[in-house]
């Protein structure tokens, strides 16, 4: 398990969806999937010819039918499917503003069939920074401005360009957030620096984040650090438990703490496994 978890941590493919679940980056957001090359027809009359690979994605009325097209500034490009011509009409504007030449690609999505709603991106804007390098300029970002930002101010700096409520890679920037332990939202929609944290609530984060025993374990032995106690480990067989000393002036205590994660599959009252050693401890203590 640990092999495999560690395995996967280190591969870019994979990403952490929640403890013990993971999943392919390529799902995290619907991609931009469907790849137009541009002709001087296009260009000039403002067009896109709906081409057998496309038609499944767009609206199958006779009649002419509005669709919505979002940019990845999130500007709003209003469009008519006409399924008689075979034709998208309505581009030029953006095509112009966009600077788009002959045999220039774009890239469409589907946002929302039902409501007629599609992606519309260059292919220059569909080569994102890497999620690292994007992690690492967020990171930059907040340093400097030294304190905590908007998840919109966030995004508008790390895009560069003044965004709307729905932009192609906001879903891409917000699972960088959320999975990034460099970064915390501080409250619904702010973004802050986990270092801006005070001690104890950065304990208290990383002991609801735990994803291990061990990781959990030594994570308590610093709350009771924190909170006063002489802590060691000490070892029984295979099996280790933390020894946590509060020195009174007339008498010592000691407690004698396991830590173990449970098991979110079973919905039972799990069995403490150690309980002999546990007692071997405590009788040695």
């Known amino acids: 398990y ?3 978890n560690a395995s ?3 591969d870019k493919r994979f990403m952490r969806i929640k403890r013990g679940v993971w999943g392919l980056v390529k799902w995290q957001y619907k991609d931009a999937n469907i790849k137009y090359s541009l002709t001087s027809y296009c260009l000039k009359d403002g067009t896109m010819f709906l081409t057998s690979y496309m038609r499944p994605f767009f609206p199958k ?5 509005e669709i919505i097209f979002i940019d990845k500034e999130g500007n709003e490009i209003e469009a008519i499917v006409n399924n008689d011509l075979n034709y ?3 581009l030029k ?15 469409i999505g589907l946002i929302d069939y039902d409501r007629k709603r599609y992606f519309l991106v260059t292919e220059d804007e569909t080569k994102i920074e890497s999620q690292d390098d994007l992690s690492e300029k967020i990171f930059k970002i907040l340093q400097v401005a030294g304190h905590s930002l ?4 966030i995004c508008e700096r790390v895009l560069e360009v003044e965004v709307n409520e729905e932009n192609l890679f906001s879903k891409y920037i917000d699972n960088i957030l959320r999975k990034d332990f460099r970064f915390i939202e501080e409250k619904e929609e702010m973004w802050g620096l986990f270092d ?3 001690e104890i609530k950065k304990l208290q984060l990383r002991l609801i984040n735990s ?5 959990l374990k030594k994570l308590l032995q610093k709350v009771f650090e924190f909170l006063g106690f002489e802590t060691s480990i000490v070892l029984e067989r295979e099996v280790s438990f933390i020894l946590a000393k509060a020195l009174l002036d007339y008498k010592t205590y000691n407690l004698i703490v396991d830590a173990k994660l449970s098991d979110e599959k079973s919905e039972k009252i799990q069995k403490y496994e150690h309980w002999n050693e546990l007692s071997k401890v405590k009788e040695e203590t």
């Not at 009325?61 to 039918?65: L, R, Y």
């Not at 994803?211 to 990781?215: A, Q, S």
Request: glycine content about 4%.
């Open 8 to 10: 996967m941590s280190g």
């Open 88 to 90: 998208i009409f309505g």
């Open 61 to 65: 009325e006779e009649n002419a039918v």
């Open 211 to 215: 994803e291990d025993n061990e990781n």
């Open 93 to 107: 504007e953006w095509y112009e503003k966009k600077k788009l030449k002959v045999n220039d690609i774009i890239f």
């Open 2 to 4: 640990y092999a495999v």
């Open 150 to 153: 908007t998840y919109k101010e």
């Open 196 to 198: 801006w944290l005070s």
